[in-house]
């Protein structure tokens, strides 16, 4: 007890038995012994904890876990496998806020798209032709990426993160499907490019074992986000309009954003890298690498899009499911998800990013087929099961803040999404038709599910192992950082 811990701490010996933090994730911390002698010629000793953790909003969850992993010499379950040190656990509670409104933002058209179809009299194409449409959003994320890579992370994610708000908002005063689908145009491209910035940050501020560990965490507030939409959407049930109140609720979260602004400092290494100076020689690498991440990005959203887009479709039309019915069933099979999402990040970071990947993209691609085929118990087991196994794929998400340089690391996340996206409009199209085809979504998703197979040999084939690996050794023109400083 009289030795410097190590653990989910590192301390430094400040006296005797006295104890000050050297590095973690708190503001302030300290560990003192008290030592008394006993009647019976023992000796009774008391330790005693002080410490504040850097981890605003999010700290009172972490109150009862962090108390209990100080009483032990080693590192919890639930911590990321590298310590983090204040500045990347205030930041990561920071994002994750962030990450909250983001996953709100980018559920809404998803969950509503089937009642708005509803009260402007459109059907399955209609309804498939205006998702793919608002996929041209991602043209947006793309000069919002543009503009990050020389302006800054803080000030364009700040940025958009508001007009993404507005943007929603205003799919409220919708006359027709073409409105909404023209807001969410906006709103949506908007809200890729707030999702991409919030992954750059966090891979720009986390030490290299815990690189996955914290996109898990932030995709888990991506889950919540979108829970509450989920949470909002039973007021669907009490009026053919009702489902506009869906998008006025983000508007709560200005008052969220703006404190956090005052918090969010600019990202170490993109401080580090000036803008300036260009890499001619990493051009041919960085190049392969957008090519290669930008074709299973398509590969597999021509499956995963359609599949979470049309789920509120297929339990409303093909199952007979009212709103509240869709969110019962949402919670039910989306939230164990979480389990899968947090393995996925410390799996990614101690086994590597390529067998998890894989195994989420092939697991998760045959359940979630079946669901389609499935009815009653079936159905939600089998959409339990490859939900939860396709949270694996989390493992793919921290490839693309990875394999490229600070200087270009928006813009070629930027590139890959935009390309991707063609994925999700072919699959939304191709879904659509088909589902309208041969009236059965299951036929439909079978066909689409090719885009993952074809993705994970690429993985497996090509994809290089990142894990444990420092940015600036995937990115040797990078300024290495003093991760101590």
Request: aromatic share 8%; charged share 20%; proline share 4%.
């Amino acid at each position: 007890m009289r030795t410097p811990r190590d653990d989910l701490v590192g301390e430094q010996a400040d006296g005797d038995d006295r104890f000050l933090l050297d590095h973690g994730p708190f503001e302030r911390y300290e560990r003192t012994l008290a030592v008394s002698p006993t009647s019976d010629g023992l000796h009774r000793v008391t330790e005693s904890f002080d410490y504040r953790m850097a981890m605003p909003v999010w700290s009172v969850l972490f109150a009862i876990p962090m108390r209990l992993g100080l009483r032990h010499r080693r590192i919890p379950w639930w911590a990321p496998p590298d310590r983090l040190d204040a500045r990347a656990a205030r930041v990561m509670a920071l994002l994750a806020c962030i990450q909250v409104v983001d996953g709100y933002l980018g559920t809404v058209i998803t969950q509503t798209i089937t009642f708005a179809a509803d009260e402007f009299d459109r059907g399955d194409t209609a309804q498939g032709v205006t998702l793919a449409v608002i996929r041209l959003g991602v043209l947006i994320a793309l000069a919002v990426m543009v503009l990050a890579d020389r302006k800054g992370r803080r000030r364009l994610l700040l940025a958009t993160a508001t007009a993404a708000v507005l943007c929603t908002a205003l799919g409220a005063l919708s006359p027709g499907l073409w409105f909404l689908g023209g807001s969410q145009l906006f709103a949506r491209g908007l809200t890729t490019g707030m999702g991409i910035l919030i992954g750059i940050y966090a891979a720009e501020e986390l030490p290299r074992g815990a690189r996955a560990y914290g996109l898990s965490v932030l995709a888990l507030s991506a889950a919540l986000g979108a829970g509450m939409a989920v949470w909002v959407l039973p007021v669907a049930d009490l009026h053919e309009a009702g489902w506009r109140i869906v998008y006025v609720v983000p508007l709560l979260s200005l008052f969220g954003l703006a404190a956090v602004a005052r918090r969010l400092p600019e990202s170490r290494r993109y401080t580090a890298n000036p803008v300036d100076v260009e890499i001619a020689e990493r051009s041919g690498i960085e190049g392969r690498r957008l090519l290669l991440l930008a074709a299973v990005a398509f590969l597999f959203l021509v499956f995963a899009a359609p599949a979470s887009q049309f789920q509120n479709d297929f339990l409303k039309d093909h199952r007979g499911f009212t709103a509240s019915g869709i969110t019962l069933y949402t919670i039910l099979t989306t939230t164990p998800a979480g389990i899968g999402i947090f393995m996925a990040g410390r799996l990614a970071d101690t086994r590597g990013r390529r067998s998890v990947a894989s195994i989420g993209m092939l697991g998760g691609t045959a359940f979630l087929v079946a669901s389609y085929y499935a009815s009653g118990g079936l159905m939600w087991g089998a959409h339990l099961v490859g939900v939860v196994v396709g949270s694996l794929t989390v493992a793919l998400g921290v490839y693309g803040p990875e394999l490229f340089s600070t200087r270009h690391r928006a813009r070629a996340n930027g590139l890959i999404v935009t390309l991707g996206v063609t994925g999700s409009a072919s699959g939304l199209l191709l879904v659509g038709y088909l589902s309208d085809h041969f009236h059965n979504y299951g036929h439909a998703f079978a066909i689409a599910a090719i885009g993952p197979l074809l993705a994970v040999g690429l993985v497996l084939w090509r994809f290089p192992e990142t894990a444990r690996v420092e940015l600036e050794d995937l990115n040797p023109g990078d300024t290495r950082l003093d991760r101590r400083a």
